[in-house]
């Protein structure tokens, strides 16, 4: 097969191949050729979808990317795994048009001062790399990639490019915003038309694609020139595309126009929310945000997936000892429950998913804040807004007027806040809020130090949790190493939980983009508040005298819950050490 150069692969000379190598028996091989191309548009993607065995590895499938690695090893070539997120594909488009990659079956995933990476599923069909060299004039270098890969981000890269390249041409002479001067003539300069089709057709493919990502952010951040888009996956942010500055407003303008936002308005802080559908179908709701910059709107996009709130709390993270203290602490009849974590620990999720099971037909459950996370139909929901003077204070006091059994604090900032909160409490509700502090027994200190009593603070609060989040081994690729003393000693010091024998290290894969890590869970430090616990709140409290006790009683710190994941293969050591805090005893 190496000898026939400048050829397309055949189904029979692929077949042929498998055979010879031991991969194929005879009867298989004939099967295959009887089937023929089964539909598809490449031979090695007709075999897979025969599902065959594989006989040299008998419990395994001879699937696409097993062809594909071997007609790299017979053409002595490189596989590249096409991820998009790493591809700057407004720059690789450029290189080629759309007619000429899928006449050849290629797309450009690279490109540097001295070559253009061409990604093929025909390794020696080589006819067209002349032409290439010549209208770029670099170096072709070539990779081989799966041929459904290819086939689906041709059309992806080359229709999002030709709208882009669209939208350019139509917007390039409108008024840019180039410096902070500028900015108070937005309202003055023309307005790209948020309506025109390529438009639409770039906000579509975004939120297509930030849904299939797994993306729980999409930030549209302009510049002088450019725009960058970046998706904050599994807690980390990752580039995507560059816009032109002039497609980065029309862009910004659509959304702002879908959210139902003042389009004519870029000299202030904007927030609103949309609805959209995911590939799938399912429907996800949208927090947008915008904010003025030196060189135009900034838009934040919160994506919130309904199905989390569906999620049992194991699910989550929390283990049975956790949750049997959590769901204790949030099935009294009255007291103050706080969550707290910074920005961006899950705080939000735990509190969505208990007031979801809370809210049933025999309890009136309210919430008030700022601003609604996920409008949810269970329970009663009333949003700050400074501009009418609803404060959450203001809010807690107006609640208490509608009989309500469960009230949620989005957040306790400042005094009066806190005292509401507290009133409520000791007045026959249960009330869920949060703080940011680092771990639970701090939150006691915080409460003082905004200025609540100590006796109303022992009167009143049930319990505290902490949480962070931290990301999940991929169980696709994840490797099992021996434990290593001195890096589990780091993450239990000062305390002597027996290292595991085993641990799970990252290894990176095309289910996790060779991040080595998929989706996120919570490590969590529940601190129900005891007799015993509430005898050390004075006004001088010592949070370290609070924490030994609890401990005492039974409280797993952060690092000693990621120590728990860490033993069960769920994540690392660097990652529980990455989100918690240092910890004092």
């Not at 010879?20 to 979808?49: C, D, F, R, Y």
Request: glycine residues 4%.
């Amino acid at each position: 097969m190496a000898d026939v150069q400048d050829l397309k692969i055949s189904l029979r000379a692929l077949a042929l191949q498998l055979k010879n190598a031991g991969h194929l028996t005879s009867q298989q091989m004939n099967e295959v050729l009887s089937k023929g191309m089964n539909g598809k548009k490449h031979p090695a993607q007709a075999i897979a979808s025969l599902n065959l065995s594989d006989q040299l590895l008998p419990e395994k499938h001879l699937t696409e990317e097993a062809i594909t690695q071997l007609m790299a090893k017979d053409a002595k070539m490189e596989v590249f795994h096409i991820d998009p997120l790493k591809i700057k594909v407004s720059q690789v488009t450029p290189t080629m048009s759309f007619a000429f990659a899928q006449r050849h079956g290629l797309l450009p995933v690279g490109l540097t001062s001295e070559e253009v990476i061409v990604a093929t599923a025909e390794p020696f069909d080589r006819r067209w790399i002349p032409d290439i060299e010549h209208i770029n004039r670099r170096k072709v270098k070539l990779v081989l990639a799966k041929p459904s890969d290819i086939q689906r981000f041709q059309v992806e890269f080359f229709s999002l490019a030709a709208s882009v390249t669209g939208a350019s041409a139509k917007h390039g002479s409108l008024n840019q915003v180039n410096n902070l001067e500028s900015m108070v003539e937005l309202g003055k300069s023309g307005t790209p038309d948020a309506n025109d089709e390529h438009i639409v057709n770039i906000v579509d493919w975004l939120f297509q694609y930030a849904f299939e990502q797994r993306a729980s952010d999409i930030h549209i951040e302009p510049r002088r020139e450019i725009a960058k888009v970046r998706f904050r996956i599994d807690g980390v942010l990752h580039p995507v595309y560059e816009f032109p500055a002039t497609v980065s407003a029309a862009v910004t303008s659509r959304i702002k126009s879908l959210g139902r936002m003042n389009i004519a308005e870029k000299r202030k802080p904007q927030d609103s929310r949309l609805k959209t559908l995911t590939p799938e179908n399912a429907e996800v709701e949208l927090r947008l945000s915008t904010m003025p910059t030196a060189f135009g709107e900034k838009l934040v996009m919160r994506i919130f997936d309904p199905e989390v709130l569906l999620r049992n709390f194991s699910e989550l993270g929390f283990s049975k000892e956790d949750y049997k203290h959590w769901d204790h602490m949030t099935h009294q009849s009255s007291g103050i429950v706080l969550v707290t974590g910074p920005t961006g620990s899950g705080k939000t999720t735990t509190l969505y998913s208990t007031l979801k099971q809370l809210a049933t037909d025999e309890v009136n459950l309210c919430t008030v804040e700022d601003p609604i996370e996920m409008i949810e139909p269970a329970f009663n929901q009333m949003q700050v807004n400074p501009v009418i003077d609803l404060s959450f204070a203001s809010g807690i006091r107006a609640l208490l007027r509608q009989d309500p059994d469960i009230i949620m604090v989005g957040e306790i900032r400042d005094k009066e806040t806190a005292e509401m909160a507290v009133q409520s409490a000791l007045t026959g509700h249960l009330v869920l809020s949060t703080l940011h502090t680092n771990d639970a027994p701090t939150a006691i200190s915080r409460l003082l130090d905004i200025g609540v009593p100590y006796y109303l603070i022992k009167s009143a609060v049930v319990g505290v949790m902490a949480q962070r989040l931290v990301r999940t081994l991929c169980p696709h690729c994840k490797e099992k190493v021996p434990c290593d003393p001195e890096a589990w000693k780091s993450l239990v010091t000062p305390w002597s939980a027996k290292a595991p024998e085993f641990m799970y290290e990252p290894v990176g894969c095309l289910e996790c983009r060779n991040t080595g890590y998929m989706g996120r869970a919570g490590i969590y430090e529940v601190m129900p508040m005891s007799d015993t616990l509430a005898n050390f709140i004075r006004v001088e409290t010592d949070v370290t005298l609070i924490r030994r006790q609890a401990m005492k009683e039974g409280m797993h710190s952060l690092r000693l819950s990621g120590a728990q994941k860490v033993a069960a293969g769920q994540t690392t050591i660097k990652e529980v050490l990455r989100v918690s805090p240092v910890e004092l005893i």
